[in-house]
């Protein structure tokens, strides 16, 4: 059975633990789109007036407290940095936020799970019924799972190799093998949405 903590599959592979404070997936999502918008006004579209969506200072607190690729003590010790150029930066950056951004999304569902599936589970059936439950939350754990899944083999690529050469291998043995899971889980979001807004 996956650890209740997904970072205790992470323990010991790190001086630090770097994901422990990753912030929640719901926030680090809403951040990266504001920040999107913020480039196509200023960068894309010249003239347009930047209004944004999240405070500004939601979205600097989000994006420092996540962890770096350039903050990894291996990184660090190497001392790469100092030979890399800016563009080559980015993209290692880029890269890592794809294990960030998989252990923030883990966090998530691990609150889901311990703190509102379990508090529902005890909730009386009149006030919530059996098909609620389900079309909310049925497919969560097999998502959960392979999510858990999916970071520990990225977190393995990191082990093996700081520039993280093997992420997009990585990434497609999954989308092939297991992408399924997320996919039926997205269709319904619909459902789920109209449920919620229902109860």
Not at 10 to 32: I, N
Not at 88 to 103: C, D, G, H, M, W
Not at 111 to 129: A, G, P
């Amino acid at each position: 059975e996956p650890s209740e903590n997904v970072y205790e599959l992470l323990r010991g592979s790190m001086e630090l633990d770097v994901y422990s404070k990753e912030p929640l997936y719901q926030f680090y999502e809403e951040t990266s789109q504001e920040l999107a918008r913020e480039y196509i006004c200023r960068e894309l579209e010249s003239g347009v007036e930047y209004k944004p969506v999240v405070p500004l200072a939601t979205t600097r607190a989000v994006m420092q407290q996540r962890t770096l690729w350039s903050q990894i003590p291996e990184v660090q010790e190497s001392q790469v940095l100092e030979t890399m150029s800016r563009n080559q930066r980015q993209l290692q950056e880029a890269k890592f936020e794809i294990i960030t951004s998989e252990a923030s999304y883990i966090n998530s569902l691990n609150i889901l799970k311990n703190h509102f599936m379990t508090h529902l589970e005890q909730i009386d059936e009149i006030d919530f019924c059996r098909e609620d439950r389900r079309i909310l939350f049925s497919d969560v754990m097999q998502v959960r799972n392979l999510s858990e899944k999916f970071l520990s083999q990225l977190e393995e690529c990191r082990r093996n190799d700081i520039f993280l050469r093997g992420i997009f291998k990585v990434i497609s043995e999954v989308s092939q093998k297991d992408f399924k899971i997320y996919v039926d889980y997205c269709s319904y979001q619909n459902s789920r949405d109209r449920t919620l807004t229902r109860l």
